[in-house]
């Protein structure tokens, strides 16, 4: 059985930082990626980065260049997401997906397996 399993979310004040991790079992997503979404209330999930598990290649969405971090480790089969300088427009569920579409890792639609998300709540 293929899961993903987020953890780290929590609530926390603008400019702070939050960790997301993704715990994934019964799959490995050899040569794809693990991207992470969010989706903010009463907008569309939306790509938040991705890491590509063969070579560590990382994808970022503009609005989260230069303050988000996506990382994984291989022996734990887990994908993190560092979150620094956090703004209350990052507030979302943010959900982490697998296993993209090789050269459009940006495309939710290449993405199978989901986790149950995790909330991430910014004030200011």
């Known amino acids: 059985q293929v899961r993903l399993v987020e953890s780290g979310g929590g609530s926390v004040q603008a400019g702070g930082s939050l960790r997301l991790s993704c715990a994934v079992s019964?799959?490995?997503?050899?040569?794809?990626?693990t991207g992470w979404f969010r989706q903010a209330p009463g907008k569309d999930r939306e790509f938040v980065a991705a890491?590509?598990?063969?070579?560590?290649?990382?994808y970022y969405a503009d609005s989260v260049k230069g303050r988000f971090t996506i990382s994984r480790d291989d022996a734990k089969n887990t994908v993190y997401l560092q979150m620094n300088s956090l703004k209350p427009e990052d507030t979302a569920v943010y959900y982490c997906?697998?296993?993209?579409?090789?050269?459009?890792?940006?495309?939710?639609?290449?993405?199978?397996?989901w986790g149950q998300g995790t909330q991430v709540t910014v004030s200011s």
């Open positions: 997906a697998g296993p993209g579409y090789s050269g459009r890792y940006s495309w939710e639609g290449g993405y199978y397996y």
């Open positions: 019964g799959i490995t997503f050899s040569g794809r990626a």
């Open positions: 890491v590509n598990w063969n070579d560590g290649s990382t």
